[in-house]
């Protein structure tokens, strides 16, 4: 069956402090694809970044980065030097290649920068 | 830029009215697909379409039904709105051919049923 497990439901960090959102999934394909989405306080769904299955390489992004491990089936997300704009609720999420094209989503972890 | 709108930010209706939340995307996506959000559950499918007149059910689709007539134009009903309905309903699309189900998502529409 197919999860999306975000452990943390809510996180509160002083400005400047990294912090790491934790994703652990759940897929018995071999092809999918993994999402992070930022939801402000406007509402709005901003995607972040996908990855696919089969690339494992972590990836940066200005102050973001994203280490995938299939190992762990996890795919963690840390913002280095984190700023008060950067306060919203994140969402992990997985699609399935193989299936259909709807989406997984994790419950959010809600992160709070605290000026 | 992928846009997807819905009819409204706010909306508050009386229980038992019947309720059409309206969303349009403008990127010709064959897939749409409606949310509600809820505190502690994250974003739960009601319904999705895959194409014009197709529409299948998601997780919580009781209460809920859909129309589908135009491609770019998704429609959530709410035959007769209850209060346990009221939440956050968000929209979105994505392209079929793209294989990775990325989905675009609209600003939302929060819905206050009393």
């Known amino acids: 069956a197919q999860k999306v497990t975000q452990a943390q439901t809510e996180i509160s960090v002083v400005e400047k402090e990294d912090v790491t959102l934790d994703c652990v999934y759940e897929t018995r394909d071999t092809t999918y694809y993994l999402f992070w989405y930022k939801q402000p306080p406007s509402g709005e769904l901003v995607f972040l970044i996908r990855?696919?299955?089969?690339?494992?390489q972590n990836e940066i992004s200005g102050r973001y980065s994203w280490n995938f491990q299939k190992s762990t089936s996890s795919f963690n997300f840390t913002i280095t030097a984190s700023q008060v704009v950067d306060s919203a609720v994140y969402f992990c999420?997985?699609?399935?290649?193989?299936?259909?094209?709807?989406?997984?989503f994790g419950k959010g972890t809600r992160l709070h920068i605290l000026p | 830029d992928v846009k997807v709108t819905q009819s409204s930010r706010y909306l508050v209706k009386r229980t038992g009215e019947k309720v059409f939340l309206e969303c349009v995307q403008d990127m010709d996506h064959e897939n749409m697909f409606w949310y509600r959000q809820d505190p502690g559950l994250g974003l739960r499918l009601i319904y999705f379409s895959y194409d014009v007149k197709m529409k299948e059910k998601g997780d919580i689709p009781e209460g809920y039904s859909v129309s589908r007539e135009k491609k770019e134009r998704f429609s959530l009903i709410l035959e007769s709105a209850s209060t346990n309905q009221t939440s956050m309903y968000l929209c979105?699309?994505?392209?079929?051919?793209?294989?990775?189900?990325?989905?675009?998502f609209g600003p939302g529409t929060r819905l206050t049923v009393t």
């Open positions: 999420a997985l699609s399935e290649a193989d299936r259909d094209d709807k989406i997984i």
């Open positions: 990855r696919n299955s089969f690339d494992e």
């Open positions: 979105a699309s994505s392209d079929r051919d793209s294989g990775t189900g990325e989905q675009y």
